[in-house]
């Protein structure tokens, strides 16, 4: 049996707090590892223990300001330096029975690090050290609790780039890119994380190091990085990783193009790919977000759907892409715009727009999906009209980046709103993830791009993963016989007495 959500007012009123998921750490347990970490690597008090409570997830944003909240709390926050420290908590909380999280910098949107059993934080932000790079070889050598920003500031000031730029690259850790399987937003060029994970160092739940060295191939059995990228700390905590890096492009050549219709822009980012070309960006925009993304003297009034491309290299490459890419949308009947859309989108690629909207009372969610070109229109159009019908009132727009010559990532935004209902609000939020997903699957796409799966998105992972989830599970029942790592995520079986936020789904 899962917990229900209660009325915020219960956290005022310790006598009406659930024991089993209020109190702090048992005293034994407490000062076994503050033997281990020290008295000031320990976080136990109510106040530190709510901050950790969550990550980026709406659903829980959403609750926290309507008044409810889950009710379950992490039992302590605990900051090892050390591998040998970390090996050590491992083992207390293995002989204690209790479930630990690995915490970045709890950035991810689908409740990933989101305590729902009482577990203890395992808070990695102390696992620093410059990162080492390896010019000869490519490479560069960092802790998983890196800051991506930082990261990729450093190698920008050696002449590199990581290649990896997520919307929240200054607000996410390597780690946390290599856990949810992330995506960046020039990945048409550079490809996605699992294409520039070279190595890892890993504890798995009992404490035993898995270190696989980096090289550019192996062919010694199923690839253990491809176990672990994506794992999303159920299977082990990623302590060091090593990825592949890029010399800083010579040039940077951008274009911004306005196609006649959706169908032609999505030929065009088609062919593109199908001709070879590596565009660092190409991000289509439906008719909907052209309006908003286009910079206010572009005329869209011929030419509604918006396109943002670059191409980047040494000088002759880049101009022989560049070329090419633009003859292929001429001839779907693009016409080219300034690149002031292209510099406004630059000014903030790394920021989100939810904010102001949700704290003027409104909700704001980010859906991505990836489906085969053959695919896109369908999807595309069956959610649009499945939203409207839920309501008229919710905006829905979408983009199409993350592009493959076999298909693309579908990118959509979600907003309902202040319409005074908070209760209809929250269902109609619940209500938009069932459509999309359920769509999704219908049409033999994949749930989710680069988000990952965290605890939002177990109702349709068995579906996703078409049996393959009894893989994942009998590793997981295999390495962590105590289900101590990041229980009830990915699909994974939860803990007894846990709360989980997908209960509501049911």
């Known amino acids: 049996m899962t917990k229900q959500i209660v009325s915020s007012k219960a956290r005022e009123d310790k006598a009406s707090h659930d024991k089993e998921f209020f109190t702090p750490l048992d005293i034994k347990t407490l000062k076994k590892i503050i033997e281990i970490v020290g008295e000031d690597s320990v976080l136990d008090s109510y106040e530190d223990r709510l901050k950790f409570s969550r990550d980026r997830l709406p659903f829980t944003t959403f609750h926290l300001r309507a008044g409810t909240v889950t009710e379950a709390l992490p039992s302590a926050v605990v900051k090892p330096r050390t591998e040998d420290e970390l090996i050590n908590v491992l083992a207390v909380a293995n002989k204690s029975n209790i479930a630990v999280i690995a915490y970045g910098a709890g950035s991810g949107v689908l409740g990933g690090a989101l305590p729902v059993c009482g577990e203890i934080i395992i808070n990695l932000e102390n696992f620093l ?52 399987r992330g995506a960046g937003q020039m990945s048409s060029r550079y490809g996605k994380i699992e294409d520039m994970v070279l190595g890892v160092r890993a504890l798995l739940p009992e404490g035993k190091v898995v270190d696989i060295k980096p ?47 959706l169908a032609a822009g999505l030929t065009a980012m088609r062919e593109i790919m199908q001709a070879d070309l590596r565009p ?71 920021e989100s727009y939810s904010a102001e909207f949700i704290a003027k009372g409104g909700y704001v969610e980010t859906i991505e999906i990836t489906g085969l070109w053959t695919k896109i229109p369908v999807l595309y159009e069956e959610i649009k009209s499945k939203i409207n019908e839920l309501d008229e009132r919710i905006y829905f727009g979408a983009h199409w980046s993350h592009i493959y010559s076999e298909g693309s990532c579908q990118y959509m935004t979600f907003r309902i709103p202040n319409i005074g209902d908070e209760d ?13 997903q359920t769509i999704a699957l219908k049409h033999a796409a994949s749930i989710a791009h680069h988000h990952g799966a965290g605890v939002f998105r177990n109702p349709w992972i068995e579906e996703e993963l078409g049996g393959g989830l009894e893989i994942i599970k009998a590793t ?31």
């Open 476 to 506: 997981k029942r295999g390495l962590d016989p105590n289900n101590i790592l990041n229980p009830g995520k990915l699909g994974l079986p939860a803990r007894p007495g846990s709360v989980l936020p997908t209960d509501s789904m049911t």
């Open 280 to 350: 660092s960006v190409a991000r289509l925009y439906d008719a909907q977000e052209s309006k908003e993304k286009a910079h206010k003297d572009d005329d869209l009034s011929v030419n509604p759907i918006m396109c943002i491309l670059e191409f980047v290299g040494s000088r002759k490459l880049a101009n022989t892409e560049f070329e090419l890419g633009l003859e292929i949308c001429a001839r779907h009947g693009a016409i080219k715009l300034s690149n002031q859309s292209y510099e406004k989108w630059q000014k903030v690629r790394f």
């Open 129 to 180: 050290g410059l990162p080492k790079i390896d010019q000869e070889n490519r490479m560069v050598t960092v802790s998983s609790a890196f800051n991506g920003g930082e990261l990729e500031k450093l190698l920008n000031e050696e002449g590199y780039t990581c290649g990896h730029h997520p919307q929240s690259l200054h607000i996410s850790t390597v780690g946390g890119w290599v856990a949810c």
């Open 424 to 436: 209809l609000a929250l269902k109609l939020h619940l209500e938009i993830w069932k459509i999309t």
């Open 215 to 261: 090289v550019s191939r192996r062919s010694v059995g199923p690839g253990i990085l491809d176990f672990l990228i994506g794992s999303e700390g159920t299977i082990g905590i990623l302590t060091q990783v090593t990825l592949k890096i890029w010399k800083l492009p010579e040039v940077r050549l951008p274009a911004v193009v306005a196609f006649p219709s």
